[in-house]
């Protein structure tokens, strides 16, 4: 538990520390560089540093978040809780789907969750860059009503389960950036995540972005940024709903994570999880990135760029 709030107080301090002005806008230049056939020349990542500023930053003490619900009843893998008697599904039909969500995501990780899933439900996020769905440790939160669609609601639990399920293992959890954690939630989530979207799979979704020109360069914002503000003004993209370019980023690094796996095997992809992290002394958050150049001998635009060749 310690280390999961020493996780938090990270989180926290990161996105309170990432300057605006780190979203690169997505240019052509960019996509000209993915699209020649040798490969680019290497674009090594930077560490980032953070000062802390001398007022020290208020990191709110955690309090168990299921404490602030209302059990209701369990399940073989989950323990369900009401949000001020907020239901919007049936929850003898949901629970039942529920697991059978469990079962895929934890047979395509093989890994199980250490303990029970905490699950409840509260009203539609309105805010402008909304959120689907949240995990919190083990607890997951969606965000739905009665009219949000089930392939949705079942591809963002299938996604927030693999969250939920990969704290319970040391080697894919917790990296260096959110495009790994993100890739690796929406991996987990699999068909539930390509059938929400009306795709076959992962490549079938990025040959449809590349032939559409909506794909956007994964190598320029690890962080995904860009994903969690709205409107984003850009030369290909004016005024782009987040949602959507949240979509993209995380198909694409659930789609460029399973190239790696398939080319360089699971042992090199857990080294990358691995790698860099974050680091914070009495003044400074210190950031370092992914090793990718490393673990694969090559910097991540030059893989992306095979990914790419390789896909079309
Ligand atoms: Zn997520």
Known sequence: MKRFIYFLSIVFI????????????????????LSIHATPTAVLLETNVWQIPSSGLNIPTPVPIESLYKKVTESEHFVYYQDQGYQP??????????????????????????????????????????SRGMTAGNFIILYADQQTGEKQ?????????????????????????RGLDEGMATWAAGDYW????????FDAMIREYL???????????LDLIAAYQEPLETKLHSQVDCLVIRDILYTEWAAF?????????????????QS???EMTETEVINYPPDFY???GLAINQLEAEWLAWIR
Request: aromatic letters at 10%; one cysteine or more.
């Open 194 to 201: 390509t059938n929400w979207n009306g795709y076959p799979s």
């Open 211 to 221: 032939e559409k020109s909506t794909y956007i360069p994964i190598y320029q914002d």
């Open 89 to 130: 599904v049936d929850l003898n039909y949901w629970m039942d789907q529920a697991e059978k969500v469990y079962g895929y995501v934890s047979q395509r990780l093989n890994i199980e969750a250490e303990e029970k899933i905490g699950l409840v439900f509260q009203e539609p996020d309105t805010s402008s860059c909304p």
């Open 153 to 177: 609601l079942l591809g963002i639990l299938a996604h927030e389960i693999g969250h939920a399920i990969l704290i319970s293992t040391e080697k894919l959890s917790r990296p260096a950036t």
């Open 14 to 33: 990161l996105t309170a520390c990432f300057p605006a002005d780190k979203v690169k806008p997505v240019n052509e230049e960019v996509h000209s560089q």
């Open 257 to 273: 994570l399973d190239y790696l796996l398939q080319q360089y095997g699971m042992e090199k992809l857990e080294a990358i999880f």
């Open 294 to 296: 490393g673990i694969f």
């Open 276 to 278: 860099g992290g974050a």
